[in-house]
């Protein structure tokens, strides 16, 4: 069973700082909140070039840029701010994995999930994204612990009960292939007992023929030594 794959984008309203170009953030913040991305995006982009321009102007844009299908854009802009955007750090680097899970590049995207659980904890959606990304690169054990952490973080989630059936079918699978990997070890174990079984058995069988043909070699000496008197 493959469950779906939840893919969230960080709509927040997000206070104001005093800055130079904070007419152009109100107004772009204005239009983004009435979900106006095209209208919302010259204000924005303007806000952004300032270079006191506060970490959620660059939020907001790379919303917006999501939103209006320019993926790369938003992923510039993320990455251009992730460094410095402190308080808002889990929020970027969530987003920036959203945009890399959703191009299929499984890897990169957790590694911003973790960056973002790295920096808040607390974070519930990115253990909910981080274990779908791990499902789909086939990591059950670690997706399954994701969606618990998920879970107590989020116990009142509307997808609790989706999520709890992907659960029981993704432990009965582990479940099952525990069994078969135990089952295969003891296998193992059992043909490696037996062969070293058999290895012993042919240096014991060794060890008592050994006599026997070294007695056989010495009555061959003597019935040698015999015929050379003999002629003699």
Same mark, same amino acid.
Do not use: C, H
């Given at each position: ?94 987003? $920036? ?5 959703? %191009? #299929?590049?499984?890897?990169? *995207? @957790? ?5 973002? =659980?790295? &920096? ?49 079918? $993704? ?5 099952? %292939? #525990?069994?078969?990997?135990? *089952? @295969? ?5 059992? =043909?490696? &007992? ?39």
């Amino acid at each position: 069973m493959k469950p779906k794959e939840f893919i969230f984008l960080t709509l927040l309203v997000l206070p104001s700082w005093g800055f130079a170009d904070g007419d152009n953030f109100s107004r772009g913040e204005e239009l983004f909140l009435q979900d106006k991305p095209t209208e919302s995006l010259a204000y924005l982009q303007a806000a952004a070039a300032s270079p006191d321009a506060p970490p959620q102007t660059f939020l907001y844009l790379g919303i917006v840029y999501t939103q209006l299908g320019r993926a790369s854009e938003a992923v510039s802009v993320y990455r251009k701010i992730l460094p410095s955007a402190g308080q808002y750090t889990a929020l970027v680097a969530f987003n $920036l994995g959203n945009l890399y899970y959703a %191009r #299929n590049d499984l890897e990169t *995207a @957790e590694d911003y999930y973790n960056q973002s =659980i790295d &920096a808040d904890t607390s974070f519930a959606s990115a253990y909910l994204n981080r274990a779908n990304t791990r499902l789909r690169k086939g990591e059950t054990t670690f997706a399954i612990a994701d969606y618990w952490q998920y879970l107590s973080l989020k116990g009142d989630s509307e997808k609790r009960p989706q999520i709890e059936q992907v659960l029981k079918v $993704l432990q009965k699978e582990e479940d099952e %292939r #525990n069994v078969k990997a135990a *089952a @295969e070890t003891r296998r193992r174990a059992d =043909i490696e &007992a037996m062969n070293a079984a058999n290895e012993e058995m042919e240096k014991q069988r060794a060890m008592e023929t050994l006599p026997a043909v070294q007695a056989a070699m010495r009555i061959m000496d003597d019935m040698t030594a015999l015929i050379k008197g003999a002629d003699q």
